[in-house]
């Protein structure tokens, strides 16, 4: 049985595992690829940190750039896209 390239000791000074493999098995495994797994790990976190939050003191823009997010529009398209709501919408909601 062949053993996968990526298994295989590298020479010295070369990375244990290109890109492709790793995405490929991480399609497998979570039907996804590595950023955009990494993406809904941070929506998720946003998501708990909006419904936490005080409207009146902290910002749905406060709340993206402390979870990576350096766009406010792409992070509320990518929030819209999993939540099917705004994300000023999820802080203003009642307790």
Do not use: K, N
Not at 34 to 62: F, G, K, N, Q, S
Not at 64 to 77: C, D, E, Q
């Amino acid at each position: 049985m062949a053993r996968h390239r990526c298994l295989r000791r590298p020479p010295p000074g070369q990375p244990a595992c290109r890109g492709q493999p790793l995405v490929g098995r991480h399609r497998r495994h979570l039907d996804t690829t590595p950023l955009a797994h990494l993406r809904r790990v941070r929506l998720d976190a946003a998501h708990r940190d909006l419904l936490a939050a005080d409207p009146r003191t902290t910002t749905v823009t406060e709340i993206a750039v402390r979870w990576g997010f350096a766009h406010p529009g792409h992070f509320a398209a990518h929030y819209r896209d999993a939540y099917r709501t705004s994300p000023s919408t999820t802080l203003y909601l009642p307790p």
